[in-house]
């Protein structure tokens, strides 16, 4: 029988099989054959055969040629994505014929499509290549992007997974291509035709590389290692050397030289500049006479075949090819469907129709390169048919640099023999168990596998190749996930290798094994340790390969004994041919692999893991780090056959197993230790054993023993012959000697080849424990363990180690008995490390210490092993010790990194540290780092609830500070860490923003259709607002829905007119249309209203038009409600009335676009209207979208499209909208457009184009907004010359010459805007002056400019003599003044536009003007305006405030003049505060303007308005209520939405198109965007609403004479978001919160604090400090504007939105106006009352959270079950409650698991004690002193997590219960520290947990102190402090070490 255990234990079994067809070539089957293919290509896979049903279907299988099947290839790789929960799944990508089939499948789920591809030519190769986008940062990391290439012959098709295509055209024929790190490798075709060209000329490239498939495609070049061609660079040239394999990670390519038959491993990287350069040096050095001619025969050569006239071409073969297809233009009609722009680059690449081939440039580019360095210029008359000027005429090309290197870093050695030069047929990367990494290759003509070994340096470049190793295989592949390969033996055999090392064969069910034998002698050459190959056996390897037994196959009788060789079983094959065996590996993927069976089909295997139990794969790593690479190795092989023999064991018995192996390799006899024997009884005659009972010194032979001994380790040890740390001496001394138990002494076989490493491996597995006992979820895989370490520390007689497990778990330990002896020379082979030292490492010991503030030493831990051990230790460090440096700098401090083979000084000198306690460092920044280093250590709260709660309370406690004082601007993860949804939202929110722009609106604020869904109100265009935050913003009344009547104009109007008797029906319905025509007029104005009130409130849906209101100038007339038209020819209606309307309409729609909105080019184009009416509308949308910043999305050529269409308002649109999307940005191909459309821009000499005066406005106005800010010196001197632009001889200079004027000085003014008196370089221009002088007028200036010719002959309309026409000049020179001094407080410049002070100046200044100056000089002094009627008077001069209201007046005086005037500086007073608090909602400043405007209401309507006129008062008054509209803007103030409502409904008398549109406006900036926009009052802002708000209003719907119509649009770049909506986390609607608002300190005002209700406009952001959400309904949270203002920028600019959560018990301020419904506000008096009346089932008003409610569910309430444990209820009733009002839910647990601890305790029922440890540490953390310091000086002096009354009361129990059980069983402590030997009763749990708990060393410490010899009370102090012993575990142990009478003298001494 022995030999079956032996097959067993070297014979794996493969699991899941499965037959294997690949999934494309079903899915194939039913793909129709299409007809028309281009409309099918990109189709998604679903839709591939639904079009036209089984009619296209292609017929059966049978149908199917061979040739066709042959055709077919695929490959698999693994794939994982990150969205699916899928945790890996096999990818297959299939081609055959025209098609590409990508599909998904995994184990546990059924392959499906994922893409399908067509292509119009039968596909070459399909393969898998990531490609890198470029970042435009060059610091950021390149994204990289999965694609899939599809080669055809003459092109690429490159899909990515992310819906990208491209089609790279190939400019030669491709063999191969390679995917590569960087992108693809192409391999050129060598086409036969190659030889015949002339002899002397370069070779070509035959590698070419393509970064990207929009890139071109360049050549390689390579770098070999010669002897004397070292540093030579050149191309990839040689046609004999063909890739065969290309790695992405290393980045290698392995080639094969065809000639010299050698392999070489070459590695891919980008190229150097320097390579670059000496590669391209080769042009210069060509030098012809004439510089004209070619400089070699190449360029002509590729010329010549570039039109087709060469028949030995290269490409000859190619060209023939396309001929055919010269008609459908062959480059183009394959890529006519690709939607993405990407085709255009691929067809620009190919823009030569002319050309056969796509893309011969590329080609044609190459000329310069080809040349050595040694230049021959060829004359290109080598070529029989080129004449001389055909080839100059063609223009050279610069050639293309080379992009990636090759660099060699190996070469076979080349060898004589002819059979040698076979190309390899398979080439992987593969790794073994011990993470040594191989590059095999497979030369099957020789049946054999060469491993190559390598080493990747510390320059990931380089590669460093160490040796060969060579066996004999017909076929291998590698195993990913288990560091392994599977090879195919010439025999037909599976064997399994890591590495080169042999590991076991594989047997596959139901397949013939080859030779199998049941001869005694053979079985016993093969044991298990026999099959691993170590290089001493190596060489007598291949003699045994046949002998090796294997597994009688299950199908086949065996017969007989005889023994079969290779020939005898191929010749005898015949018998058993139902029987199919393997031919070939392919596609493996993990573990998984396809076996070529020889009847054709195809088997899926698995091969088993390692381990399975995550114990067992922890043990395995740890053995791996510590032992010899070659130990590890056998050991890890071993492990691997036994676990995975035939019907092996399941998973609960793998620990079993693996102890039994493990203890058997140290040299322990399991059968004999009694714990190990039972272990056997469960593994059914386990493989491990049973063949120890044939044969006693199996274990291993010398020659592995002598191999160990010459190895480096052993070198490195036996120098150090001290054992370890541990003196053994004393060890033997403590009585523990003499085996317990009367059997015969065990020993240990000291030839095991784990022995000499015992102590080494203890300690490993020991810091394997610690870390177990880190994580509750493997507590119970270190109570497995502790069995097999006591066993160990027994035997290496480490008492310490055994009292440590004894402590973990007393009950357990006790039951151990049995030790082995290791006599004293075996114990000199053993190897004892340094860091095994006799005092044991505990991790809750050292944290215990942190606690306490003592001196700690570094934790030994095993990197990548213990990583939570490090974690936590570093944790404490941080926060406990306070070193702020500890997860930084210091880590060494706290951690030693255990290492194989470790010197002992190393750790000697890093434990001398200081034990300085920092506490220094502020509390918060300590749990602010903390807390930020854990998330950046991936740590998750799901991690911290698997820490037992004792260690875990500190970093809860760090977690709960953080919760209450958070910092705004925290990344996710912290956020998600501390517990705050609402910051977890707000930063998931910034970082999608980052990302890429979110098409919905900010899920706090949903849009849903406003309540009123009636037909006709919904075309109104105002459908957007957000209803929920309106009805929060102003809850009280109606106001939105007010101003929404007021500003809709999609309704006919309300036509009511008496009928008097009198009239006749034809005057009554002339009548009617006169009024209707009065109405319309204010019509016609409202959008220009309606696009401030609904700005940026809409997000378009890319597929739909944007809905544009109509604009209705119809009427009704009640009572028959009949309607009334302008139509009707019964009145004389202005021509082109409508036109400015709608095209305000169109901007009024356009402005509706949010600017996050997701807008690109086709949805532009698309909304382009049918009919030609509706013209003006879309001109006006392309300005809208130019204001919200979309249409610098519009390509230049739809730009150039519209302006060539000549209409002169879509012009007009697109030049105001263009300037404004690139605002201060001086964008050469803006300015180029501009400039076309303004005269003065283009060189004298050019033709005069005619540009209709509106668009040269807008084009000037553009010039302004491009170059906002810049001062630039050439525009600012052509504008200032414009202003001033005489009237010209034609006519177009004569009409409107005021806007013209007017234009060119706002936009001088934005040009320079606020630079005031330091215009660099425009001294010369004495710009203020020329300005002074416009502005009052004078002799005109001669021209300087480049224009002056155009100015020479005067107009033959105007007659203006030589001085400047002021009338024109002075609005345009005022505001240029107004804006270039902006705020610079310059009073020389603002005494020039005082308003004059003598009648005598009054009569020569316009009334109108005087506004402009008070308003320019105003915002000049802009720190002197005040928001009171004083300082607005004062601007009044002396002569005018002492005259007007005087009954009494002299002669002399012009009162019309004087009322005027004053009225005028008044208004232009009132909009300089209108500008100075323009969105502030100053209340001083709306008083004092609320004021005016009344009062002038009042002097429109007194008896003395005639001596102003009526058209000044209403100008004035419009001003005043704008500047009101402009402070209160999106405040919806009550009183200036009166004001308004009041002068909407006057239509009579003197009200004109341009008031109405005032007045609108005013409406509009008072409920900007819906109320969530307000003004800023930046200069960029300033200059916009001086555009906007140019106090000349238009007099009728086509005046543009004064100021262009579209300009009133431009106030929207003033507007900015403000309001701040707090949206509450859980249920994802706005609510009410309160805010406190800190302002900066200025020279006004103090640092003051206001607190506001939420959702509130923020002032200006500049002028605030702090912003802070107050409690106490929501959790607080401030953020910090003195950092910058960046963070709070991007939560207004995303709807504001400011996520709060609710704290628990507490209600909305919606539902709870006054705070008195909470659940905390009755019983705040009388804390204990309110814990008695908590009634659990109020638990849901305080959390939401279900774990929560179900909690009180269950054990809160009191049921039939439970009235026995009234107590228990009542205690979790409290626990709950503190809790949920805390707000920490998560400490729960931890009041749990204390209080039954404690219970656990008292029922004496803790066979482990661990809950004693962690109530321990909770212990020491609230008495720590470090701690306690923070928390007095931390904020709100609040205490730690636990409860003040909780903690007493536990503690005081356990006390309670050690006490009593002390004074009992006194004598066993007295017993335990004299370090007696205990009896079995007396070593009982209560002991171990009395010393736990009171921290008392172990008895061999505490005995070398000599306590017993102290005799009094501060003497056993000083001894107890220097151990370590707390306090209150010496006022238990004195009496019993002092006696009790000594011990109270002693105390009362003290």
């Known amino acids: 029988m022995s030999n079956v255990y032996e097959e067993r234990a070297t014979m794996i079994a493969a699991v899941e099989l499965q037959s294997f067809v690949p999934f494309g070539r079903e899915h194939c089957k039913n793909h129709p054959n299409a007809v028309n293919l281009q409309l099918r290509q990109l189709q998604p896979a679903s839709d591939l055969w639904s079009s036209d049903g089984a009619a296209g279907l292609v017929g059966s299988l049978q149908e199917v040629t061979l040739q066709e099947r042959e055709r077919e290839c695929w490959l698999l790789s693994k794939g994982s994505s990150a969205d699916s929960d899928e945790v890996e799944y096999e990818e297959e990508l299939y081609a055959a014929g025209n098609m590409v089939i990508w599909s998904r499948g995994s184990t546990s789920q059924a392959s499906h499509v994922y893409k399908a591809f067509t292509v119009d030519s039968p596909v070459q190769q399909a393969l898998w290549c990531n490609f890198g986008i470029p970042q435009k940062n060059k610091d950021e990391k390149e994204i990289m992007e999965q694609t899939v290439c599809i080669v055809q012959s003459s092109c690429v098709n490159v899909h990515s997974s992310t819906g990208k295509d491209f089609i790279s055209p190939l400019p030669f024929q491709v063999s191969k291509l390679w995917p590569t790190k960087f992108g693809l490798l192409l391999e050129r075709r060598n086409p036969a035709s190659d030889a015949p060209l002339s002899p002397p000329r370069e070779p070509l490239p035959t590698v070419f590389s393509m970064l990207h498939p929009l890139d071109e495609i360049a050549p390689l070049v390579c770098r070999p290692t010669g002897l004397f061609e070292a540093a030579r660079v050149q191309y990839v040239s040689d046609s004999t050397m063909k890739i065969i394999f290309s790695s992405c990670e290393p980045s290698i390519v392995m080639t094969y030289d065809t000639v010299q038959g050698v392999h070489s491993v070459w590695a891919l990287r980008k190229v150097t500049p320097e390579e670059q350069s000496t590669v391209l040096k080769c042009t210069e050095q060509v030098a012809t006479p004439q510089g004209l001619l070619p400089p070699s025969f190449l360029t002509t050569h590729l010329r010549n075949v570039s039109r087709m006239d060469s028949p030995g071409s290269p490409f000859h073969c190619h060209a023939m090819q396309n001929q055919n297809r010269m008609t459908s233009s062959p480059g183009l009609h394959s890529r006519t469907h690709s939607p993405s722009i990407s085709s255009m680059a691929a067809l620009s690449r190919s823009h030569s129709p002319g050309m056969a081939a796509p893309s011969f440039q590329v080609a044609a580019r190459f000329n310069m390169s080809y040349h050595s360095s040694s230049p021959r210029g060829h004359s290109f008359l080598h070529s029989p048919n080129s004449t001389a000027s055909e080839s100059v005429l063609v223009p050279e090309m610069e050639p293309i640099g080379p992009d990636l290197c090759i660099e060699q870093l190996w070469s076979e050695t080349a060898s004589s023999h002819k059979e040698m030069s076979c190309q390899a047929s398979k080439v992987f990367i593969t790794s073994d168990l011990c993470e040594n990494k191989y590059l095999c290759f497979l030369v099957e003509s020789h049946q054999h596998l060469r491993c190559l070994k390598f080493i990747e340096s510390n320059d990931s470049s380089q590669l460093i190749f160490a040796s060969v190793a060579t066996f004999p295989a017909k076929d291998a592949a590698p195993l990913q996930d288990i560091d392994a390969m599977l090879v195919l033996e010439a025999n037909g055999s599976l064997v399994l290798y890591t590495g080169v090392t042999r590991v076991s064969k594989v047997f596959v069910p139901g397949l013939l094994s080859p030779p199998f034998s049941l001869s005694n002698n053979i079985a016993q050459l093969s044991t298990p340790m026999e099959s691993v190959s170590t290089p001493a056996k190596a060489s007598g390897r291949h003699i045994r390969r046949l002998e090796e037994a294997s597994m009688p196959s299950p199908l086949s009788e065996p017969r007989g004994s005889t023994k079969h060789h290779e020939t005898s079983w191929l010749d005898d094959y015949t018998f058993q041919q139902s029987v199919p065996y393997i031919q070939a590996l392919r596609d493996p993927v993990s573990r998984r692999v396809t076996l070529e069976l020889s009847n054709g089909t195809m088997l899926r295997i698995t091969i088993p893991e390692i381990a399975t139990s995550e114990l067992v794969r922890k043990c395995l790593q740890a053995v791996r780090f510590i032992l010899p690479k ?771 100046l009054l009569d020569f200044i316009k009334p109108e003007f005087l506004l402009l100056r008070t308003l320019a000089r105003c915002i000049i002094m802009w720190d002197e305006i005040l928001p009171n009627s004083e300082w607005v008077s004062s601007n009044v001069p002396q002569i005018i405030q002492e005259n007007i209201g005087n009954p009494v007046v002299s002669e002399d005086l012009n009162m019309e003049t004087l009322a005027q005037a004053h009225d005028y500086i008044t208004a232009g007073a009132c909009m300089a505060v209108g500008f100075r608090f323009a969105g502030s909602a100053n209340s001083d400043a709306f008083d004092c303007l609320y004021k005016f405007a009344r009062g002038f209401m009042q002097s429109l309507t007194s008896a003395n308005a005639t001596v102003t006129g009526h058209y000044n008062l209403q100008t004035c008054l419009s001003m005043v209520l704008l500047a009101v509209s402009m402070v209160m803007a999106g405040s919806g103030n009550l009183k200036v939405l009166q004001l308004c409502r009041f002068l909407h409904k006057r239509t009579s008398g003197e009200m004109n198109y341009g008031f109405h549109m005032a007045h609108h406006m005013a409406l509009g900036l008072l409920f900007l965007g819906g109320g969530r926009y307000t003004l800023s009052t930046t200069n960029s802002a300033i200059a916009a609403l001086l555009c906007a708000l140019y106090p000349h209003f238009p007099a009728h719907s086509t005046d543009n004479r004064y100021h262009l119509q579209a300009l009133r649009h431009l106030g929207v770049l003033a507007a900015e978001p403000r309001l701040l909506v707090p949206v509450d986390v859980d249920t994802l609607k706005p609510c009410y919160a309160l805010l406190d608002i800190t302002y900066k300190e200025t020279q006004w005002y103090e640092e003051t604090t206001v607190e506001l209700m939420a959702p509130t406009m923020l002032p200006e952001l500049q002028l605030l400090k702090k912003i802070k959400v107050k409690g106490p309904r929501y959790w607080e949270l401030s953020i910090d504007l003195s950092k910058g203002t960046q963070h709070l920028q991007s939560i207004l600019s995303k709807d504001g939105v400011l996520y709060v959560k609710l704290r628990a018990g507490q209600l909305p301020y919606k539902d709870d106006p006054r705070g008195w419904k909470s659940l905390l506000a009755p019983n705040v008096n009388n804390r204990n009352s309110e814990v008695r009346t908590f009634k659990p089932e109020a638990i849901s008003t305080f959390t939401s959270d279900a774990a929560l409610v179900s909690f009180a569910e269950y054990f809160c309430k009191a049921s039939e079950s439970m009235k026995h444990k009234q107590d228990t209820l009542a205690v979790f009733s409290t626990i709950l409650y503190e809790c949920v009002t805390q707000e920490n839910p998560e400490m729960l647990p931890t009041y749990i698991a204390v209080d039954q601890a404690v219970q656990a305790l008292e029922e004496t029922e803790m066979c482990e004690t661990f809950a004693l440890w962690q109530m321990r540490l909770v212990l020491e953390l609230c008495e720590s002193r470090a701690l306690q310091q923070r928390l007095r000086d931390g904020p709100l002096g609040r205490g730690l997590l636990l409860s003040s009354e909780f903690l007493p009361v536990m503690k005081n129990s356990a006390d309670g219960t050690l006490d009593g059980w002390l004074s009992d069983n006194s004598h066993v402590l007295t017993a335990y520290m004299s370090g007696q030997p205990l009896t079995e009763d007396m070593l009982s749990n209560m002991l171990a947990c009395f010393l736990v708990y009171h921290s008392i060393p172990c008895h061999k410490k505490m005995f070398s102190t000599h306590l017993e010899g102290s005799t009094s009370f501060p003497e056993l102090l000083l001894k107890f402090s220097q151990l370590g012993i707390p306090v209150r575990a010496l006022l238990r142990l004195g009496p019993l070490i002092l006696g009790t009478a000594l011990f109270r003298t002693g105390q009362q001494a003290c």
């Open 630 to 1400: 070659e130990t590890a190795m056998k050991v890890l092989v071993k492990w691997y056959n036994i676990y995975n023999a035939p019907g092996g064991p399941s998973a609960h018995l793998e620990w079993n197993l693996f102890v039994t192996c493990f203890m058997t390799l140290m040299g322990y006899n399991t059968e004999r230790l009694g714990w190990t024997r039972n272990l056997h009884f469960e593994v059914p005659l386990s493989p491990v054993i049973a063949p120890k009972k044939a044969r006693q010194s199996d274990t291993g032979s010398d020659e592995d023993w002598d191999y160990m001994r010459c190895s480096d380790y052993h070198r490195q040890v036996v120098f150090r012959h001290v054992c370890g740390a541990v003196s053994l001496d004393s060890a033997d001394s403590s009585g523990c000697g003499e085996p317990l138990a009367s059997t015969p002494a065990l020993r240990l076989d000291p030839s095991a080849p784990l022995f000499p490493h015992l102590p080494a491996l203890f300690y490993v597995l020991h810091l394997l424990y610690e870390e177990l006992k880190l994580d509750e979820l493997q507590r119970s895989g270190g109570r497995l363990l502790v069995g097999l370490l006591q066993q160990l520390a027994r035997d290496l007689q480490l008492e310490e180690y055994i009292d440590l497990y004894w402590r973990d778990y007393p009950s357990f330990i006790t039951t151990f008995k049995e030790s082995c002896i290791i006599d004293h020379a075996q114990m000199e082979q053993m190897l004892r490390p340094s860091f095994l030292r006799a005092e044991p490492t505990c991790v809750f010991s050292w944290f215990s210490g942190c606690l306490r503030g003592d001196v700690v030493a570094p934790f030994p831990y095993l990197p990548g092993i213990c990583e939570r051990t490090k974690l936590l230790v570093l944790s404490y460090a941080l926060y406990i010790v306070g070193d702020d440096n500890a997860t930084s700098v210091d880590v060494s401090k706290y951690l030693a990194k255990l290492s194989a083979g470790q010197k002992k000084t190393g750790t000697e000198s890093s434990l001398r540290r200081q034990g300085s306690m920092k506490s220094d460092a502020p509390n918060e920044s300590l749990a602010e780092k903390l807390v930020v280093w854990l998330t950046s250590a991936g740590f998750t709260l799901k991690d911290l609830e698997s820490v037992p709660f004792g260690v875990a309370l500190p970093i809860r406690d760090a977690i709960y500070q953080c919760r209450e004082h958070p910092c705004s601007d925290w990344s996710e993860e912290v956020c998600l860490l501390i517990g705050r949804q609402d910051l977890t939202k707000q930063a998931h929110k910034v970082t999608l923003a980052k990302g890429k722009p979110v098409s919905t609106v900010g899920p706090g604020l949903t849009r849903e259709a406003p309540a009123t869904t009636e037909a006709d109100e919904e075309e109104d265009g105002m459908t957007d607002l957000n209803q929920d935050l309106i009805g929060l913003i102003w809850s009280q009344d109606l106001r939105v829905q007010e101003a929404r009547r007021l500003l809709q104009s999609s309704r006919p109007v309300r036509v009511s007119v008496v009928h008097l008797p009198e009239v006749s029906d034809h005057e009554y319905i002339e009548e009617k249309e006169n009024k209707l025509l009065q109405l319309c007029q204010r019509t016609m104005a409202l959008p220009v209203g309606r696009g401030l009130f609904t700005l940026f409130s809409y997000h378009p849906v890319p597929t739909e038009p944007l809905p544009v209101p109509k604009l209705n100038l119809t009427g009704r007339a009640p009572p028959q409600n009949t309607m009334v038209d302008l139509n009707s020819g019964n009145i004389d209606v202005p021509p082109n009335m409508t036109s400015w309307s709608s095209f305000h309409n169109g901007v009024a729609a356009g402005l509706k676009i949010a600017p996050a909105s997701q807008v690109d080019s086709a949805w532009i184009a698309y909304n382009k209207p049918k009919s030609p009416e509706l013209a003006n509308e879309y001109a006006g949308f392309l300005m809208a979208l130019g204001l919200n910043g979309h249409l610098t999305k519009l390509a230049t050529l739809n730009i150039h499209d519209y302006l060539t269409k000549g209409h002169e308002m879509t012009s007009i649109g697109l030049l105001l909208g263009v300037s404004a999307a690139k605002l201060s940005t001086m964008d050469m191909s803006i300015t180029r457009l501009l400039s076309i459309h303004i005269p003065a821009l283009l060189p004298p000499t050019s033709t005069e184009l005619d540009v209709p005066h509106n668009v040269q406005v807008a084009a000037v106005v553009g010039i302004g907004l491009v170059y906002q800010g810049t001062g630039h010196r050439h525009n600012a001197e052509v504008l200032l010359a414009e202003i001033g632009r005489p009237p010209g001889p034609e006519m177009e200079y004569c009409t409107d010459r005021e806007s013209y004027s007017l234009a060119a000085g706002l936009a001088l003014g934005m040009v320079c805007l606020g630079h005031g008196s330091n215009l660099i370089g425009m001294t010369d221009l004495n710009v203020p002056e020329q300005l002074y002088q416009y502005m009052v007028g004078g002799h005109r200036r001669t021209h300087a400019g480049i224009n002056r010719e155009k100015h020479k002959s005067p107009s033959y309309q105007i007659k203006e003599g030589d001085t400047i026409n002021v009338d024109v000049t002075c609005p345009g020179a005022t505001l240029a003044l107004a804006m270039i001094y902006l705020k610079t407080n310059n009073r020389s410049i603002a005494d020039w536009l005082k308003a004059p002070d003598t009648m005598f």
